[in-house]
């Protein structure tokens, strides 16, 4: 009863104000930032380029200021409450309850953090265990799985804090942390730390728009065909080189 009475709450201050779909924003710097923030996220400006591309989208098209966790942001594209998110891995339980954008828009790679001073770059997952090297993972994340599979690797992901393990790769004997360079490279910098992100990509993975399947499919047409001409005009290319 009170999802939807959500749903039936946002469906009439859409048609209030007139637009027709709603895009969702996570609390995943440098995805996303703030309102409040003078900086735009790399999801952002593809919403932005996005609506550039779409006649009429002022109307058509509201992008949710807040920012939400993923999980929540999954359950608002079931139940309706939103409509469209930026920045969604691909897997199969996902494909079932969402659709997927025929291209993606943009691409992360598994890198690893180290000390400034570090000199041996790892070219493989095979030379970390090769090496016999402790690599560090942030809990339960996709990164941290893929590690996990490969046999022999000494990992180590009971981080829940990325400020924590940043702080016991700078001034202990860990000496990589493992995640995607999309976040680290943010995160390194900002973290006004002696570590350094090292330009080795371990794998890489696309990144797709999904919308919920309650979103009229009008909506999704003008959506896709909009991303297509970016693709087209390599104008989200311009904004990769901005963050990778």
Same mark, same amino acid.
């Given at each position: 009863?009170?999802?939807? @009475?959500? $749903?039936?709450v946002?469906?009439?201050?859409?048609?209030?104000?007139?637009?027709?779909? *709603?895009?969702?924003?996570?609390?995943?710097?440098?995805?996303?930032?703030?309102?409040?923030?003078?900086?735009?996220? =790399?999801?952002? /400006? $593809?919403?932005?380029?996005?609506?550039?591309?779409?006649v009429?989208?002022?109307?058509?098209?509201?992008?949710d200021?807040k920012?939400?966790? %993923?999980?929540?942001?999954?359950?608002?594209?079931?139940?309706g409450?939103?409509?469209?998110?930026?920045?969604?891995?691909?897997?199969?339980?996902?494909?079932?309850?969402? $659709?997927y954008?025929?291209?993606?828009?943009?691409?992360?790679?598994?890198?690893?953090?180290?000390?400034k001073? /570090?000199?041996? %770059?790892?070219?493989?997952?095979?030379?970390?265990?090769?090496?016999? @090297?402790?690599?560090?993972?942030?809990?339960g994340?996709?990164?941290? *799985?893929?590690?996990?599979?490969?046999?022999?690797? *000494?990992?180590?992901?009971?981080?829940?804090?990325?400020?924590?393990?940043?702080?016991? =790769?700078?001034?202990?004997? =860990?000496?990589?942390?493992?995640?995607?360079?999309?976040?680290?490279?943010?995160?390194?910098?900002?973290?006004?730390?002696?570590?350094?992100? %090292?330009?080795?990509?371990? *794998?890489t993975?696309?990144?797709?728009?999904?919308?919920?399947?309650?979103?009229?499919?009008?909506?999704?047409?003008?959506?896709?065909?909009?991303?297509?001409? =970016?693709?087209?005009?390599?104008?989200?290319?311009?904004?990769?080189?901005?963050?990778?």
């Open positions: 009863m009170k999802t939807l @009475i959500l $749903i039936l946002n469906t009439f201050v859409m048609a209030q104000t007139g637009h027709s779909v *709603r895009f969702l924003k996570q609390n995943s710097l440098p995805k996303y930032f703030p309102e409040t923030s003078k900086r735009l996220g =790399l999801c952002d /400006e $593809i919403y932005f380029l996005i609506k550039k591309q779409i009429g989208s002022s109307e058509k098209i509201y992008i200021e920012l939400y966790p %993923i999980k929540r942001i999954l359950s608002m594209l079931d139940s409450q939103g409509n469209v998110y930026c920045g969604a891995g691909r897997n199969e339980k996902r494909e079932k309850m969402f $659709i954008s025929k291209l993606p828009v943009y691409y992360v790679s598994n890198v690893v953090a180290a000390k001073d /570090e000199t041996f %770059i790892p070219q493989s997952i095979s030379d970390l265990i090769s090496k016999d @090297i402790v690599v560090g993972a942030y809990n994340t996709s990164s941290a *799985r893929f590690l996990k599979n490969h046999r022999g690797i *000494r990992l180590n992901d009971r981080y829940t804090s990325f400020s924590q393990a940043f702080k016991e =790769l700078a001034h202990t004997n =860990l000496r990589y942390f493992y995640y995607h360079d999309l976040g680290l490279n943010y995160m390194i910098s900002d973290s006004g730390l002696p570590l350094k992100v %090292i330009p080795t990509k371990f *794998r993975v696309p990144q797709w728009i999904i919308y919920s399947k309650k979103t009229p499919k009008v909506m999704i047409d003008q959506i896709e065909s909009a991303i297509k001409k =970016l693709h087209e005009k390599k104008l989200i290319h311009k904004v990769w080189r901005k963050f990778f």
